[in-house]
């Protein structure tokens, strides 16, 4: 696999997220967490989303509870999200991160980054037009940090 348009994802109402669908576009993933101290970056996240959505930016939330700080259902996720942080932006059904069972998608960007499992919720990957890592960012670094990231990517 040579870029992320080989993978799929399910959304959380079950609907397919074919990641082919995203070719032309620069894509944010992250894994999320609900009940983390970091969740009020999904109020960046979806600012950045909404500033340059028009321009070719996706965000795709991958929730998880590999460090247990995820609520257990979907929906209560999918409502927090919405409620507290006013997303909008397609989340998935949860994943893991880290381990045999890990979700293919993190392997993979996991293996392109170089450095190695996620430590942490809020692990950015900012994946270019050609469905390519461009840049894997800490869970502290906040969304507004990436913003002349993702202008750089945008204009090519």
Not at 36 to 64: F, K, M, N
Not at 95 to 105: I, T
Request: one cysteine or more.
């Amino acid at each position: 696999m040579t870029n992320i348009y080989d993978f799929s994802e399910t959304e959380m109402g079950g609907q397919k997220i074919d990641l082919k669908d995203y070719q032309d576009k620069v894509v944010i993933i992250v894994n999320t967490a609900s009940k983390c101290g970091l969740a009020p970056q999904l109020e960046g996240l979806e600012q950045l989303y909404q500033t340059y959505r028009d321009q070719g930016l996706e965000v795709l939330g991958l929730p998880s509870n590999q460090f247990h700080q995820e609520l257990e259902d979907e929906d209560e996720i999918s409502d927090y999200c919405q409620v507290h942080y006013g997303v909008t932006f397609p989340m998935t059904k949860k994943v893991r991160l880290n381990g045999d069972d890990a979700d293919p998608l993190f392997k993979y960007l996991k293996d392109e980054s170089g450095h190695g499992n996620i430590k942490w919720n809020y692990t950015k990957f900012l994946v270019g037009r050609n469905g390519e890592l461009l840049h894997r960012y800490a869970p502290t670094t906040k969304p507004e940090k990436m913003v002349a990231a993702i202008e750089d990517a945008l204009q090519q």
